[in-house]
């Protein structure tokens, strides 16, 4: 039986792989400059809603990662205290 390996695919800059087990899909995300892969630890029933899942995961952590860099920059200028700070980046 033929067994299809798991291929890259670049969005923005995040190299993604989608990889299957059994009768579910999953996704590994590389961050740019990064040697370890994230995911969202769930399974999906087709490899394109797998792959759309990972599209959507990396685009909410550069949404993120931008979030950090404002609210970074308005904590050094004082625009919000460390309380606030803490309360716009909290993600859990």
Do not use: K
Not at 37 to 62: H, K, V, W
């Amino acid at each position: 039986m033929l067994t299809a390996q798991p291929f890259p695919i670049v969005y923005h800059g995040w190299s993604t792989q989608v990889i299957q087990q059994d009768n579910e899909f999953y996704f590994e995300c590389y961050p740019p400059e990064l040697q370890d892969f994230c995911n969202d630890g769930m399974f999906y029933p087709s490899c394109e809603t797998a792959l759309q899942a990972a599209c959507e995961f990396i685009d909410r952590e550069i949404a993120i990662q931008a979030i950090f860099v404002v609210v970074g920059e308005w904590l050094a200028l004082g625009q919000v205290n460390e309380a606030e700070y803490w309360n716009l980046t909290n993600f859990l």
